[in-house]
């Protein structure tokens, strides 16, 4: 009875993710292979518009895995802001894969300069395993990075001195 109650206890923390790297639509933006070990995908800011990526989970562990909640680990104003709400709970099989889909809205250009840029290189995954909470940060193989507006690309922002509240 111990041994059962132990595994109970200890399960949440067997369960690991693979790395993974997002997947982008065709024209989402500019993917550099040299930059970094294994390259970087520059998005194509478009104040606005939305993107959808697919974000591919494979379970490294022998317990599956209800994925309740996918997010990218964000800046305190990110340029890239999550629309569409949450998405139905998946179950990630032992050793299995499954891929979520987040939406995202280009935003927030009016906090930034134009030599600025956000990096995404992990994601923040949340679920449940044996009926216990269980949270885990992965990395993004190939991190993501979105550059910031001049001014005359971003509505939120203006001429007045003074006027744009940057971090």
């Known amino acids: 009875m111990g041994v059962v109650a132990a595994g109970l206890v200890l399960a949440p923390y067997a369960v690991q993710l693979e790395p993974t790297a997002a997947e982008l639509p065709e024209g989402a933006g ?6 970094g070990p294994h390259g970087v995908y520059g998005l194509d800011y478009r104040f606005g518009e939305t993107v959808t990526m ?3 989970l494979a379970n490294a562990s022998a317990l599956p895995w209800r994925i309740t909640d996918v997010e990218l680990v ?4 990110p340029l890239l802001e ?20 987040l939406s995202f809205e280009y935003t927030n250009c009016r906090y930034y ?5 956000n990096t995404y290189d992990q994601v923040l995954v949340t679920g449940t395993v044996l ?3 269980v949270t885990r940060t992965i990395d993004l193989t ?3 990075v979105v550059h910031s ?10 001429l007045i001195r003074g006027d744009d509240r940057r971090i």
């Open 142 to 144: 190939v991190p993501m």
């Open 74 to 77: 964000e800046p305190a104003y």
């Open 131 to 133: 009926g216990r909470e």
């Open 82 to 101: 999550p629309v569409g709400g949450t998405f139905d709970p998946v179950t990630l099989m032992p050793f299995g894969e499954v891929s979520v889909d």
């Open 30 to 35: 500019l993917m550099v292979p040299g930059y």
């Open 54 to 56: 697919s974000m591919p």
């Open 149 to 158: 507006q001049v001014i005359m690309n971003c509505p939120d922002r203006t």
């Open 113 to 117: 300069h134009e030599r600025a840029n």
